[in-house]
């Protein structure tokens, strides 16, 4: 005699039921309860052991076993617990004492300032500490121009001191042993014999994708060991002169400056730098940007074999080509007072010594006249502090030039 439909259905669904409770032991946790779920026009069946038993990994660890090269990529996909251990204690924050003197006409202020930011330890052994130059200027005697609000003042540090805070808490008095305007980077040194130290691994900037998921260390205002995260958004762009920043979304606020970027590998690939605001309260608008590590390195080189960080300069900034020449971005605050008082922003360098901007590539670079820029850069840090060198300038659209003599110092 045949079943009938219905009793052919609960046989059926009886066999799919054992069935899945057996399945359910090698599935994960989302798909066994499915399994188990689907033959609902039979009573529950008992539910065998645990879906995880012990020693049993999970479909992750799995993973991370079997392509141990992709760990950091699987990483990303559950918590950042791991890398945070790994790193933290090779992030710092930078406080910065100064004491300002000010010039307004015949007016003079003198005050007292107190910031910061962050950092990273680059050299255990000698207690190296990279951060920024807009961190450490506070406290590094001499002077600087300071742009609040769109507007700018020089200002005179008459005496300064700087003070480096480990994760953990313990604070150690440092020495600002370097600083490059420029590139905005600053190197600090504490006493190795203090506290052990530990450094920071470099990573390559250059192999960095757009998509990459990154991490950030910091202490925005003042809250110490404060970690978020994000993705590259996007590479090679040009912030405030610097040529291949990294562009990315994790939050960065007042008090991140000087701090790491790390990749997953838990490498720092770059220098927390710079943010863009809302215009309005100054809080971070979801676009970040880091000084390339390969920066760092090069100025690290520097320091070690000349005992600076910074180079020879014109003080004079060019932009990109325009019009038939190199056009000034700006003239650094710190240039002697004949380059300030002769080059202006927007003016046209058409010549260097007796080099034609246009043949700049043939008789210094690699002939991509996109390169026109780094290659005035090489040309001027080849000079030596002491050298002068003639540029030919055209302004406002006049026709004929006039040359300007600039000397060659070290910013």
Not at 170 to 185: C, Q, T
Not at 203 to 211: P, T
Not at 373 to 382: L, S
Request: proline fraction near 5%; aromatic fraction near 6%; include cysteine.
């Amino acid at each position: 005699m045949g079943l009938s439909p219905w009793r052919m259905y609960s046989r059926c669904a009886q066999v799919i039921a054992a069935s899945s409770a057996i399945l359910a032991e090698a599935m994960t946790p989302a798909y066994a309860v499915v399994a188990l779920l689907f033959p609902l026009a039979v009573a529950p069946a008992e539910v065998g052991p645990p879906i995880l038993a012990p020693g049993v990994q999970s479909g992750v660890e799995r993973l991370k076993a079997e392509h141990p090269q992709r760990a950091d990529e699987l990483r990303t996909q559950h918590s950042f617990h791991e890398l945070v251990e790994q790193v933290s204690d090779t992030a710092v924050s930078v406080m910065i004492k100064g004491l300002h003197r000010t010039r307004n006409g015949l007016e003079e202020h003198t005050r007292s300032v107190e910031g910061g930011g962050s950092g990273f330890i680059v050299d255990a052994a000698n207690g190296l500490v990279v951060t920024n130059a807009h961190v450490a200027e506070n406290g590094l005697v001499g002077f600087f121009r300071r742009v609040e609000n769109g507007k700018g003042e020089d200002v005179e540090v008459l005496r300064g001191s700087a003070r480096v805070r480990l994760a953990g808490g313990r604070i150690l008095s440092a020495e600002i042993v370097g600083f490059n305007r420029h590139e905005d980077l600053a190197l600090l040194k504490v006493d190795p014999a203090e506290v052990p130290l530990k450094a920071a691994a470099l990573g390559d900037d250059k192999k960095l994708k757009v998509g990459e998921a990154v991490l950030v260390i910091g202490g925005p205002r003042r809250d110490h060991e404060s970690v978020s995260q994000g993705i590259v958004s996007a590479l090679n762009r040009k912030v405030d002169g610097v040529r291949g920043v990294i562009q990315h979304d994790a939050a960065f606020n007042p008090g991140n400056s000087g701090g790491p970027l790390y990749n997953m590998k838990g490498e720092v690939v770059g220098v927390n730098t710079w943010y863009k605001n809302d215009g309005q309260s100054k809080q971070w608008a979801g676009m970040s940007y880091s000084v390339p590590i390969t920066t760092v390195r090069k100025l690290l080189d520097l320091y070690r074999a000349e005992g600076r960080m910074h180079y020879t300069q014109s003080g004079v900034l060019v932009d990109a080509w325009r019009y038939g020449g190199l056009q000034v971005d700006r003239v650094q605050p710190g240039a002697p007072l004949e380059t300030r008082n002769s080059v202006y922003s927007g003016d046209i360098i058409t010549a260097v010594d007796d080099l034609q901007v246009y043949r700049v590539p043939r008789a210094w670079g690699d002939g991509d006249p996109e390169d026109l820029e780094d290659d005035y850069v090489r040309y001027i840090r080849a000079r030596k502090p002491g050298d002068t060198v003639v540029l030919t300038i055209r302004r406002g659209g006049f026709v004929d030039n006039f040359e300007v003599k600039v000397p060659i110092r070290l910013y």
